[in-house]
């Protein structure tokens, strides 16, 4: 049996690392393993002389969400392991030193926007979509996502697009600050990496003071989130839920 391919690539560019999320068999979802992947190479660009990080996906999307089909999650204790894992990630991202520019093609939704938002700028293509979409599974937003979507949208656009699952185009995101910049389709990772150019060129510790003031609360939020997200791991609409998304089906949810 083939296995399929699931890796994080680099490529440096100057002062900028690329990292590029590539697991074509999911569209780029962030399983386990790739979230790993991920938490490693930013620790070691932390350490290497990177300035600032271009984040993307490879073959026309940038992430699809989570890998739902690895979401076996057993046990409130199991569910609360996973979030700290992935936390480690997300607390890396959001207070390192390093600033990142996500640059966004095709899909970036539930767990792909998280990833997005946690970036400092988001680049997206005119024929990107993005929208949330965890209530489709029976779970709320995470990796930070119910922190940082308010501070770009704004309390009262974030409330719409956790509760309803609408996915919005580029231009749709950009007119509610959900994207900053909207371009050509292909052009993504160009732009991207020139703002992460001008990123690389100011100066580090105003950089990475101004990251860390800008990230005051999220980790907090993430403590909320990991207990509450551990919790709906158990429950039957999880199970329900991911099953009919598997099954390609509508979900039946009960309140279990």
């Known amino acids: 049996m083939d296995v399929p391919v699931m890796r994080v690539t680099t490529e440096r560019q100057g002062d900028v690392l690329v990292l590029t ?53 057993q046990g409130p204790l199991d569910g609360r392991e996973r979030m700290r894992r992935t936390h480690r990630l997300i607390r890396l991202m959001a207070f390192g030193n390093l600033p990142i520019v996500a640059a966004v093609e095709g899909y970036s939704v539930g767990a792909g926007l998280s990833l997005a938002c946690i970036c400092d700028t988001i680049v997206a293509a005119e024929d990107a979509r993005l929208g949330a979409g965890f209530g489709k599974i029976g779970l709320m937003a995470d990796l930070g996502l119910p922190y940082t979507l308010p501070h770009r949208v704004g309390p009262a656009k974030a409330r719409q697009i956790l509760l309803y699952h609408k996915q919005y185009s580029a231009a749709e995101a950009a007119a509610m600050d959900l994207v900053d910049e909207v371009v050509p389709p292909g052009q993504a990772l160009p732009a991207a990496l020139e703002r992460a150019h001008f990123l690389a060129a100011q100066a580090p510790a105003a950089m990475a003071l101004t990251r860390q003031m800008l990230g005051t609360g999220l980790h907090e939020a993430l403590e909320t989130e990991r207990h509450f997200q551990a919790s709906l791991f158990t429950t039957a609409d999880f199970r329900e839920g991911r099953e009919a998304f598997l099954q390609k089906r509508q979900p039946v949810f009960k309140g279990l």
Do not use: W
């Open 21 to 73: 999320l590539d697991y074509p068999a999911r569209r780029n979802a962030l399983a386990m393993p790739l979230r790993k992947q991920l938490e490693d190479a930013f620790e070691a660009a932390s350490e290497d002389g990177t300035r600032a990080v271009v984040l993307t996906g490879a073959g026309g999307h940038f992430c699809s969400g989570g890998d739902i089909s690895g979401m076996d999650v």
